[in-house]
DNA sequence: TTGTATGCGTTATCAG
DNA sequence: CTGATAACGCATACAA
């Protein structure tokens, strides 16, 4: 069916090693087998089993990758990144959608774990996934902390958080409240609440902040209801600055001059579809590359413990919700 | 390091034959002999290698699946679908973004072949790609023709662009133009422009397309100098729809009193973050189910001729733009 | 019910 | 410069 080693041999009258030293360029080979084995390979159109290949050489080139949804534009963004980059180093991504299921994720690892990756890179993370702590196993998280020995990727979530509450102030807001996802999750993004809390604190206001756990609709017509007099909104993400527009549009708040909105995120497809929106802009492109570069790193055993948390800057963008 | 079959069979001690029986539940094997095994199992902390297992069986579990690029919200959901599919039935995703460039796809095409996969998803398709013509792989497009022997899974373009159109019209739209992406691509999309112009014909309109190359932007502007009294716009897709209000919006066009627009795809990303669009939506998830319904089936070689092409209904979701 | 021998396709070692 | 042999970890046919 699939011709392979030997066949090409046959083919070109050489021996299989032969044949492998072409194909690896290893070693002295004459010119003429060369010739005649290249010949031979084209006639068949062989191409070499990286199965086989990955079994002997125990390397697979494969990396896992989990995160909780391609869905989510920041996700689907970060793992575009992510596959471009490692394609351009010779890894291949192993897709994972974690959903942000504990049992998923689990079943992952285990997964990846079978197939023999060389590397995991993971922002899916719930609480009490120990399995993360693979001995043998270079993993590198992405906003999250995934164990004490595992390096993290993240932008400046603090500084984020900061930025936008105060561009919110700088222009007169006092009540300000803030919107987020589920804070049990150990992740550096809660820096973003932290941020928001201290300079509302350093300007005598009181933080407020509201937890979305998925029905952002209801939390946020809670948080109109509870706060009448609400005049802005620092969302966590876009997708939830989004439905606070919305909302503030149902109930005739004029933007900005009434009432401001800041998310968080900035992707590609946000700007293209509410570039109206003011935003803090993750530098996804970023991320990826020093994620890879670690991981590779460890893959190579050239992991030095210098960078087990690397934080890259965000960007205000300053359009018309502020 | 890791252990192995052998390392088992030795601490159980059994052969790896009964270890491997064990493992795959295959044969009789005695109540005592497994639990011992089992234990041995627990104890090494063992899991199979499905590199050496997938070289044995012939059979990787793994589908290559080729799009442009996760970062467009259409081709993020639906990969996210067919990962989610593909795993409920023991399938890994080895993730490729082509990005529209024939060398990458040649090339993805090549690495998904030496990594052995059983199959092959693709959306991604530039003129000139014979590659896919694998015999002894089964591959199915989406909304793309590889090859005159390629199932194709797609929505209802025509029906799409015809209940697009017609909704123009029927809101009292007379200067209706269309804008689309790049036209040589041999796709079952073009049939949304077919249908446009179908429409338009029928009353007596005079059909205007225009193609957006990737600066969606500069051809928009373009549109609006050249056609001043344009009252309605089809998009091929919802980020261009979305370009489209924004120019509209500039142009101090009262949308959608005086201007009206629908758009193309309907993801979820889209209803989140520009919920007024009236737009077309694609059965997202029924498209990644019968994409690799049909492939698992040719994987098992119980393909069907039958099933050359599959179209799927879509949805008019009427909202704020028409 | 369990064990032995063999081969999946490749590459490294070592001999020629 | 080239070839024979073994081994990567696993699962099957065949024996016991």
């Given at each position: 069916m699939k011709p392979k080693i030997s066949d090409v041999a046959k083919v070109a009258g050489v021996s299989p090693t032969t044949v492998s030293r072409v194909l690896n360029n290893r070693g002295y080979i004459g010119e003429k087998t060369r010739q005649k084995v290249d010949e031979a390979m084209k006639q068949l159109n062989y191409f070499p089993n990286d199965v086989a290949r990955s079994l002997f050489i125990k390397k697979t080139f494969l990396i896992g990758v989990i995160f909780p949804t391609t869905t989510n534009p920041f996700y689907g963004q970060l793992i575009f990144h992510i596959e471009n980059i490692a394609a351009s180093l010779g890894y291949k991504i192993l897709l994972c959608n974690s959903q942000g299921q504990e049992d998923k994720e689990r079943s992952y690892l285990r997964m990846l774990q079978r197939n023999q990756v060389d590397g995991i890179i993971a922002g899916a993370h719930n609480r009490?996934?120990?399995?993360?702590?693979?001995?043998t196993l270079p993993v590198v998280g992405v906003d999250r902390y995934l164990s004490e020995n595992i390096p993290v990727v993240s932008s400046d979530n603090y500084d984020g958080g900061r930025q936008a509450t105060q561009l919110l102030i700088n222009k007169g807001c006092r009540n300000i409240i803030h919107i987020n996802g589920p804070i049990y999750l150990e992740t550096p993004a809660n820096l973003r609440r932290k941020a928001y809390e201290d300079v509302m604190k350093d300007n005598q206001l009181p933080p407020i902040t509201y937890e979305t756990d998925g029905d952002n609709q209801a939390v946020i017509k809670q948080l109109f209801d509870e706060n009448?007099?609400?005049?802005s909104i620092f969302a966590s993400d876009d997708l939830i600055a989004s439905a606070v527009i919305r909302e503030a549009k149902l109930r005739k708040r004029n933007i900005p001059s009434d009432f401001k909105v800041i998310g968080y995120d900035g992707t590609e497809t946000t700007r293209l579809l509410l570039p109206e929106l003011s935003t803090i802009q993750q530098p996804i492109r970023e991320i990826a590359e020093k994620t890879i570069d670690i991981l590779t790193k460890e893959i190579n055993e050239e992991g030095d413990r210098s960078q087990m948390e690397t934080i890259l800057p965000v960007r205000l963008i300053e359009s018309e919700t502020t």
């Open positions: 009490g996934v120990k399995e993360y702590d693979i001995p009448p007099r609400v005049d």
